[in-house]
């Protein structure tokens, strides 16, 4: 059974920081595409970041460049998401998903999400 675990999501003050964790069960995660989604209420679903299989390259969306940091440890099977310097518009439902193509907007599974709530 193809699982994703999303972890570590919270309420923090703007300027802060928190890390969130996917962890995967039923697969090598380091075999796919994974990305991280994002949903605030009222809004559609947002692709954040993505890192390939192919060569761990790196995408953001450029509301969290130079802020969000994508990262894998196949050791663990889990790929992590840096938050730092948080906005209150980045308070969403964070997703991970497998994805075909990084940012295609296809996912071919995902997690139940993590609550990200970023007041101030």
């Known amino acids: 059974q193809v699982d994703l675990v999303e972890s570590g999501g919270g309420s923090v003050q703007a300027g802060g920081s928190l890390t969130l964790s996917c962890a995967a069960s039923?697969?090598?995660?380091?075999?796919?595409?994974i990305g991280w989604l994002r949903q605030a209420p009222g809004k559609e679903r947002e692709g954040v970041s993505c890192i390939s299989s192919s060569d761990d390259s790196t995408y953001y969306v450029d509301s969290v460049k130079g802020r969000f940091t994508i990262s894998r440890d196949n050791s663990k099977n889990t790929v992590f998401l840096q938050m730092n310097s948080l906005k209150p518009e980045d308070t969403a439902v964070y997703y991970c998903a497998v994805e075909p193509d990084c940012f295609s907007g296809s996912v071919l599974s995902w997690g139940q999400g993590t609550q990200v709530t970023v007041s101030g």
């Open positions: 039923g697969f090598t995660l380091g075999n796919y595409n």
